[in-house]
T-cell receptor
C-alpha cells in the first residue's frame, strides 16, 4: 500500500539551529515526492519537489530510495519557518493524486 | 493569474443533510482534485475531475460525488451527512499534460461542521 509517514507531530528548535523533518514512504514504483507547507492563516503551498533538486527558502530534501526517505533539511532555522509541513507522494500517471503524511508542526523559538 | 477559490468558507449542517461545496480552478488549469482533511490529519484524496469526468477516486463512499463544468470549476456534493464528515475540504487544481502536471495548487478550503 502507498503510504507516507511523518513520525514527529511537533518539532521545536531554536533560531539558528539545524532542522530535519522526517518523511518515510512506502511505494512499489517510482514515486514523485513533495514537501508542502502551510503557514498560519495561509493555504497549503508547494515548498519543493524532489525532481527539481532545488533549494527553496534554504530548505533541501534528498530522495533516498534505499531507505525510502525524503527528509527535509535546513542548516539554520528562522522564526519565519514556523509552519505545518506535509510530505506527499504522487505516482503520477492519469491521476496525479497526492498521498499526504500527517504533517509536522515546526516551531522555531527566538 | 487568479488562484484557486472555494466557497463557502464555513458551513454548519446537521446529520442526514446534503451539502454542496464549490471550487474555481486557477486560471489556465483544467483538472480539479478534492481532498478531505480531518483534524490533525493530512489531506486525503477524494476524487479528481478532468474534462468534466471523474478521473480517479480515493476510498470514499458513493455519497461523495462531484461535477466539473466547462469552465473547469467544480462542485463536491455530500449526501446523508455523518458526524465524521466534519473536516476541512480542500480543492486543488492542476494542468493535465503540462510540464508541471504533478504540481497542484490548493484553495483555502471549506470548513464543514456536521452536528
Amino acid at each position: 500500500a502507498q503510504r507516507v509517514s511523518q513520525p514527529e507531530k511537533l518539532l521545536s528548535v531554536f533560531k539558528g539551529a539545524p532542522v530535519e523533518l522526517k518523511c518515510n514512504y512506502s511505494y512499489s514504483g517510482s514515486p514523485e515526492l513533495f514537501w508542502y507547507v502551510q503557514y498560519s492563516r495561509q493555504r497549503l503551498q508547494l515548498l519543493l519537489r524532489h525532481i527539481s533538486r532545488e533549494s527553496i527558502k534554504g530548505f533541501t530534501a534528498d530522495l533516498n530510495k534505499g531507505e525510502t526517505s525524503f527528509h527535509l533539511k535546513k542548516p539554520f532555522a528562522q522564526e519565519e519557518d514556523s509552519a505545518m509541513y506535509y510530505c506527499a507522494l504522487s505516482h503520477g500517471g492519469a491521476t496525479n493524486k497526492l498521498i499526504f503524511g500527517t504533517g509536522t508542526l515546526l516551531a522555531v523559538q527566538p | 493569474e487568479t488562484g484557486v477559490t472555494q466557497s463557502p468558507t464555513h458551513l454548519i449542517k446537521t446529520r442526514g443533510q446534503q451539502v454542496t461545496l464549490r471550487c474555481s480552478s486557477q486560471s489556465g488549469h483544467n483538472t480539479v482534485s478534492w481532498y478531505q482533511q480531518a483534524l490533525g490529519q493530512g489531506p486525503q484524496f477524494i476524487f479528481q475531475y478532468y474534462r468534466e469526468e471523474e478521473n480517479g477516486r480515493g476510498n470514499f463512499p458513493p455519497r461523495f460525488s462531484g461535477l466539473q463544468f466547462p469552465n473547469y470549476s467544480s462542485e463536491l456534493n455530500v449526501n446523508a451527512l455523518e458526524l465524521d464528515d466534519s473536516a476541512l475540504y480542500l480543492c486543488a487544481s492542476s494542468l493535465f499534460g503540462g510540464s508541471l502536471y504533478n504540481e497542484q495548487f490548493f484553495g483555502p478550503g471549506t470548513r464543514l461542521t456536521v452536528l
